[in-house]
């Protein structure tokens, strides 16, 4: 990086979290949108009425992420996954999710970056988002490791349905809730066991923090609502009459998220899980051999 584009990197950073600031504390002192009225009027989802659900077809471009997916299989963004703008992303994913401005941009414009791409002209495909260890890392509540499985779009089930069978919250209608310290446990024993089985595992602090940011997403975006979670991490689909559990005005901030993420993050003990991990390790990689080999880099 040339020390401009550094300086420009750098600025537009600190302006990012200005600006984020800034609507944390305008959601602090606003009211929230109604119940039934989160998705804004005029977009896709308004009403809880979604666009038709497709499952992906052959040739269609999909990823690692439950939540572009689904975006793609209603249309909010193409259905084959392909030529999609970072600009497109950022007012899709504000509209759909109602994270916020700052949150919106920031992470296209990381996922450009990431990419050797320009977020103001470029586009992409959902599947360039895994290049791994970029976006895309081991030890996914969802997903097989890259080693395991190469297609970082096939969704996982037996993960999932661990995942959601894990919750220990109740809602007032009696459905299960995920809660803060099931993310945290589910994500040591996945860590756990990831390292004992995968040969190539690696996870730095930086993708640490993403996969308890995803984690976060389903605790904020979702609230943690099992029934809802099934339909989008086993079906990638949004259910009927859902809209985002975020009802300020001005989205899921940065700074609000990075609470929950950090929580998530603090309460993750790999120990626990680390003896019964390397005990079944052997097994996993015997359930292995019939996969396909990893691809040399
Ligand atoms: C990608 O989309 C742009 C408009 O956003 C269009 O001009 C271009 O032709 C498309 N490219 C392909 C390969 O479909
Ligand atoms: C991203 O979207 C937000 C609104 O959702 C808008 O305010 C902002 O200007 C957009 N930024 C860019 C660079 O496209
Ligand atoms: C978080 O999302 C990325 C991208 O979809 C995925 O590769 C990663 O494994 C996820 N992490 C967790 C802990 O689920
Ligand atoms: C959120 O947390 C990450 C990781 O700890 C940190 O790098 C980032 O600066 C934090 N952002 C805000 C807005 O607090």
């Known amino acids: ?61 999909r990823c690692s992420c439950p939540a572009l997916n689904a975006m793609a299989n209603h249309g909010i963004l193409p259905r084959d996954g392909r030529n999609i703008s970072f600009k497109q992303l950022n007012h899709t994913i504000r509209a759909t999710y109602n994270f916020a401005p700052t949150f919106c941009f920031f992470v296209p414009n990381f996922a450009a970056n990431m990419l050797k791409k320009k977020y103001s002209k470029d586009t992409f495909d959902l599947a360039d988002l895994d290049l791994h ?45 995920l809660t803060i310290p099931d993310l945290s446990k589910i994500s040591s024993k996945r860590r756990a066991e990831a390292r004992a089985e995968n ?44 809209e985002s559990r975020i009802r300020e005005p001005k989205g899921l901030t940065i700074l609000t998220f990075n609470k929950t993420v950090l929580k998530v993050e603090k309460g993750i003990d ?14 996993a990689a015997r359930s292995s051999v019939d996969k396909p080999a990893p691809v040399e880099a």
């Open 270 to 283: 790999e120990s626990k899980f680390a003896v019964a991990a390397a005990a079944s390790a052997p097994e």
């Open 1 to 61: 990086m040339s020390p401009v584009s550094s300086i420009v990197k750098v600025s537009q950073d600190v302006a990012v979290l200005v600006w984020d600031v800034g609507l944390t504390l305008v959601n602090l002192v606003s009211p929230k949108r109604k119940v039934g009225k989160v998705t804004p009027a005029g977009h896709p989802g308004a009403d809880g009425k979604w666009p038709e659900f497709q499952p992906p077809k052959e040739g269609d471009s």
């Open 133 to 177: 260890n970029g976006i895309e890392h081991d030890a996914s509540l969802v997903r097989r490791d890259v080693y395991f499985e190469p297609n970082q779009a096939t969704i996982h089930v037996p993960y999932v349905e661990e995942l959601l069978a894990s919750a220990t919250g109740k809602d007032v209608d009696g459905n299960a809730l």
């Open 199 to 242: 040969p190539e595992f690696s996870l730095d602090k930086f993708h640490k923090v993403f996969g308890s940011s995803n984690s976060s997403t389903m605790l904020t975006i979702f609230g943690g609502r099992v029934p809802d979670l099934e339909t989008v991490l086993l079906e990638e689909r949004l259910p009927d009459g859902w």
